[in-house]
């Protein structure tokens, strides 16, 4: 008996995930579908999360970093509705639903270690081999829900639906005849009830009937995932990692320091002399600047690996040798921090040279990052027990998420403008591409340009302005665009 009722308690908890599961399907649709993402794209992440906290109601659940993670998945898909730089927005929505998955992972799960390679393998067994699992869960559960449905009174459930079907009858003829007298409109269709099928466009209906039930099968199939799994054993597998001689890496420590040594000997004769240094025959320092800079963060990044890779494989057992790789490993964690510099300082000169652009700015972030993350690491290289890679983590999410919301086409426009201020060099045409946080930049320096440049930009606004104009719908909400959409409309 017992059996029966869990059944039947599994069967309609089934049921109602078919059911939201549906709904969402069709929200995408009529959200997504020939629309730009907007306002809501937050909408459907929050009730994604809304409907996956519902299906684990019934667990207890403990403070993990899979809700840490639900604050910049609800920041950077409410970026949507903030700004409208596409490169982010392409980043966002590849990235936000791989947040989720994470995040609701380790809600269930809060003892796996999300700082191991192995969680990424979690991850796509949860992604795609559950999914693929459950993929015809839906039917199941339907056919489990009429075989209880057959013997729950069945012959009163009979008798009940023909006294309905006896009674709303007459009153339905009743109805019809009323409406089609009261409304022209109702009363033609009605008379006309073929001509209805005949006006629907299957060439659109069959693409968004896919699209729905392919967001249905998937929301179901992963979320059913953790409802009908059984306590899942902790997959931190404890394979013997073989430790790195510390002879070894003491060895290539000291070839590495001494180049980098003498590298920025070389760097300190002329690059932080300024202009009134000279550079070797036949270099500008912009083309210094060019020339040299993506070989310098390629470099800053192999240091960090190996940094990190030391840290973690080097073998711990000879106390002395191993205070003399940490001391190595800080001194190579310097040089570093020093081609961080340089780098930055590169990048500004060329810059300073041709302007500033999404590249460019971004790449200032990216190196700023790296610079916060080898100050943790040298910290973790002298206190082994900070958890590096967790910090790493949580810095990089973090930071990326505030990225976000620095309103960078902006910057990029108001330091553009600057530059023509004192130069009269500007690249308008890249300006016109940059996202509508740059339309208030754009006036101005329409205001204040040649003949030449007002062509190009009021070209741009108006292509802008008849954009805006087309999108009608609530759900393509984007303060960034509201904003612009007024300062159009004002004539400028």
Not at 440 to 469: F, H, Q, S, V
């Amino acid at each position: 008996m017992e059996d029966n009722k869990s059944l039947e308690t599994k069967t309609k908890d089934g049921l109602y995930c078919i059911l939201f599961s549906l709904l969402l399907g069709v929200t995408f649709d009529r959200l997504f579908i020939d629309k730009y993402h907007g306002i809501s794209f937050f909408i459907f992440i929050a009730l994604c999360i809304g409907f996956f906290l519902w299906s684990i109601r019934a667990r207890s659940v403990e403070k993990s970093f899979g809700w840490f993670l639900l604050i910049p998945i609800a920041l950077l898909s409410f970026s949507f509705s903030v700004y409208t730089n596409q490169v982010f927005n392409l980043f966002n929505f590849l990235g936000v639903p791989i947040l989720m998955i994470a995040s609701s992972i380790l809600i269930v799960n809060p003892k796996l270690k999300w700082d191991k390679a192995s969680f990424i393998g979690e991850m796509l067994r949860r992604a795609v081999g559950d999914m693929f699992n459950n993929i015809g869960k839906p039917f199941s559960i339907l056919k489990s829900s009429i075989k209880i449905g057959r013997t729950v009174k069945m012959e009163e459930g009979k008798k009940q639906i023909l006294i309905g079907i006896l009674v709303s009858l007459p009153l339905l003829l009743i109805l019809i005849v009323l409406l089609s007298s009261a409304d022209m409109v109702f009363g033609y269709y009605f008379d006309n009830l073929t001509e209805i099928f005949n006006n629907i466009n299957t060439g659109e209906l069959i693409p968004h009937t896919i699209i729905t039930l392919v967001v249905f099968f998937y929301l179901f199939a992963y979320v059913w995932s953790f409802k009908s799994e059984k306590k899942v054993a902790e997959r931190s597998l404890k394979s013997t990692v073989s430790s790195w001689g510390s002879v070894t890496i003491i060895t290539v420590l000291i070839a590495l320091n001494i180049l980098y040594l003498i590298f920025t000997v070389i760097q300190f004769s002329y690059l932080y002399g300024g202009a009134n240094v000279a550079l070797p025959a036949g270099f500008s320092y912009a083309d210094y600047a060019r020339k040299g800079f993506f070989e310098l963060a390629a470099v800053t990044c192999i240091n960090f690996i190996i940094v990190l890779s030391c840290v973690k494989y080097i073998n711990k057992d000879n106390t002395k040798l191993l205070k003399l790789a940490n001391l190595l490993l800080t001194i190579l964690v310097a040089f570093t921090l020093n081609m961080l510099f340089s780098a930055n300082f590169k990048l500004t000169l060329y810059e300073t040279a041709f302007g500033y652009t999404f590249l460019r700015v971004s790449v200032h972030l990216f190196m700023l990052l790296l610079f916060i993350l080898c100050l943790v690491v040298a910290t973790g290289i002298w206190y082994r027990k900070i958890p590096i890679m967790k910090s790493i983590i949580v810095i990089t999410i973090s930071m990326y998420t505030i990225i976000n919301y620095l309103n960078i086409d902006g910057f990029i426009a108001k330091k553009n403008i600057e530059r023509y201020n004192e130069t009269g060099k500007v690249d308008a045409y890249y300006l016109t591409y940059l996202s509508y946080e740059a339309v208030p930049y754009l006036i101005e320096l329409r205001d204040k340009g040649d003949n030449n440049i007002k062509t190009i930009i009021n070209a741009n606004l108006k292509y802008r302005k008849e954009t805006l104009d087309r999108e009608k719908s609530w759900s393509e909400f984007n303060f960034s665009k509201n904003s612009a959409r007024k300062i159009l409309n004002q004539g400028n």
